[in-house]
């Protein structure tokens, strides 16, 4: 992969991964369908798009479209087959199935917790996750539920309904937009959202988008959530 957009919320790679990523060149930074792309650009292709935005037709692209924990390890044995690294591939889910089942016998001790997640905010509604999309599997694997799982990937809930789901945390994500900062003075602002028992009370967390993402922070992502939203466990 000769070609990735920089985060623009700043978050940098797993420092195992660091390394590897660095000496990847890059030929663009900005959109797959420009002049770069027409020169020549990558051979190869992986990641989300916009579905609005047409695919070159002369690019060979790879979706990443995992909803959920199998699809994601799915997609990376598809890789391993595509660059000749199975047995790296199969190490790595091994690796991640292994924490993950850790994670899991000791989430077993403790009840689920019901979280927001925090895209952006408008001013009648809220972005937020629905199901099935990453951060709702994030959020299970890390013994949590996410209060809007059942109304489809990406709702924008009114902000009526949040209040009646009252969640014990709110998840603000950091995806480089609009700022942190500003997202939580907006909830503190609400006169709506205000009233909800997790902002009140200010159990509000931060993440960056990277860590609800399908990529290779799914355990880290997990034991990060779980140790943070039960407290117990690192005990």
């Not at 797993?14 to 797959?32: H, N, R, V």
């Amino acid at each position: 992969l000769a070609w990735r957009t920089p985060d623009p919320s700043g978050e940098l790679p797993l420092p195992k991964y660091a390394q590897a990523l660095s000496a990847i060149p890059e030929i663009d930074t900005t959109s797959i369908l420009n002049i770069e792309t027409e020169r020549g650009g990558p051979d190869f292709i992986y990641g989300s798009f916009n579905p609005s935005v047409p695919e070159p037709p002369f690019v060979k692209t790879y979706h990443a479209l995992a909803t959920n924990k199998t699809q994601f390890y799915g997609e990376v044995r598809d890789l391993g087959k595509i660059f000749d690294v199975e047995d790296r591939a199969a190490a790595f889910l091994r690796d991640q199935e292994s924490r993950l089942a850790r994670l899991s016998s000791k989430l077993t001790s403790v009840d689920p917790v019901d979280v927001l997640v925090v895209w952006d905010l408008t001013d009648d509604s809220l972005l937020t996750s629905g199901g099935p999309d990453f951060p709702t599997e994030i959020l299970h694997l890390a013994g949590a539920r996410n209060v809007f799982s059942d109304l489809g990937p990406s709702p924008k809930s009114p902000l009526s309904e949040v209040v009646a789901r009252d969640p014990n945390y709110v998840l603000i994500v950091d995806d480089g937009t609009t700022p942190v900062s500003a997202k939580v003075l907006a909830l503190k602002g609400d006169p709506v959202l205000s009233n909800l028992t997790a902002v009140a009370e200010n159990r509000l967390l931060t993440l960056n988008e990277t860590y609800l993402l399908p990529g290779p922070r799914l355990a880290d992502s997990a034991e990060l959530l779980a140790n943070t939203l039960h407290p117990s466990l690192t005990r």
